[in-house]
């Protein structure tokens, strides 16, 4: 069950990805593979009602390709995108997450943080798009609980869909969760199994407590 839930959230933050980065068809192959990390903080299991977790992501704009260890100049990017999935554990029959965006609010300190009503799954999934200063990306979004509960936030995989002197070129980020801590034993609890490869590389879960 922990798998299904895993390629469910992939394919559709991949569907999300494309949509907002208006990448027309011809577009859509890879020219660069980077890998990135973010984390969250406080690196805590508990957290209270109004206090916020941090989000924060940072990267150079000269990355080095997975596939040809090149050293890439990939600033002055179009857009570099990602998703934020944000669901509740609420034990249920099926093992699936809630969705749970409306219950947080959400503050852009660098980068944006926005919900597209007209993609798939608003209620799961935030998109993200980050801001580049001194040759440095950069996104710092904080989250402020409004309800108790169990949560579980996976952020995904990054694409860009060029340089804003390319015509046509495409980038993707693969994230990497860097917490030494991510909770997931809160996942495993509500799944009753280990968290998988992708849950582990991606998540992080909290509690909602008074």
Same mark, same amino acid.
């Given at each position: 069950?922990?798998?299904?839930?895993?390629?469910?959230?992939?394919?559709?933050?991949?569907?999300?990805?494309?949509?907002?980065?208006?990448c027309?068809?011809?577009?859509?192959?890879?020219?660069?593979?980077?890998?990135?990390?973010?984390?969250?903080?406080?690196?805590?299991?508990s957290?209270?009602?109004?206090?916020?977790l941090y989000?924060?992501?940072?990267?150079?704009?000269?990355?080095?390709?997975?596939?040809?260890?090149?050293?890439?100049d990939?600033?002055?990017?179009?857009?570099?995108?990602?998703?934020?999935?944000?669901?509740?554990?609420?034990?249920?029959?099926?093992?699936?997450?809630?969705?749970?965006?409306?219950?947080?609010? %959400?503050?852009?300190?660098n @980068?944006? #943080?926005?919900?597209? =009503?007209? *993609?798939?799954?608003?209620?799961?999934?935030?998109? !993200? &798009?980050?801001e580049?200063?001194?040759?440095? %990306?950069?996104?710092?979004? @904080?989250? #402020?609980?409004?309800k =108790?509960? *169990?949560?579980?936030?996976?952020?995904?995989?990054a !694409? &860009?869909?060029g340089?804003?002197?390319?015509?046509?070129?495409?980038?993707?980020?693969?994230?990497?969760?860097?917490?030494?801590?991510?909770n997931?034993?809160?996942?495993?609890?509500?799944?009753g199994?280990?968290?998988?490869?992708?849950?582990?590389?991606?998540?992080y879960?909290?509690r909602?407590?008074?």
């Amino acid at each position: 069950m922990g798998t299904k839930i895993t390629v469910k959230l992939t394919l559709l933050s991949l569907g999300l990805l494309f949509l907002m980065t208006s990448c027309p068809d011809s577009c859509l192959d890879i020219s660069y593979n980077f890998e990135v990390t973010s984390y969250f903080t406080p690196e805590i299991d508990s957290i209270s009602l109004g206090d916020t977790l941090y989000l924060i992501s940072e990267f150079p704009t000269d990355l080095e390709d997975v596939l040809t260890s090149s050293l890439i100049d990939y600033s002055n990017a179009k857009t570099i995108g990602g998703i934020l999935g944000v669901s509740e554990l609420i034990p249920n029959d099926s093992k699936t997450p809630t969705g749970a965006v409306s219950q947080f609010k %959400y503050i852009a300190i660098n @980068g944006k #943080i926005f919900n597209d =009503k007209t *993609v798939p799954s608003p209620e799961v999934f935030q998109q !993200l &798009s980050y801001e580049e200063t001194s040759s440095t %990306y950069r996104l710092k979004i @904080g989250l #402020i609980p409004t309800k =108790k509960g *169990v949560y579980f936030l996976t952020n995904g995989d990054a !694409l &860009s869909r060029g340089r804003k002197e390319s015509n046509c070129e495409s980038a993707s980020f693969s994230m990497q969760v860097s917490n030494q801590d991510q909770n997931l034993y809160l996942l495993e609890d509500f799944l009753g199994l280990p968290a998988d490869e992708n849950n582990q590389r991606l998540g992080y879960c909290f509690r909602v407590v008074d």
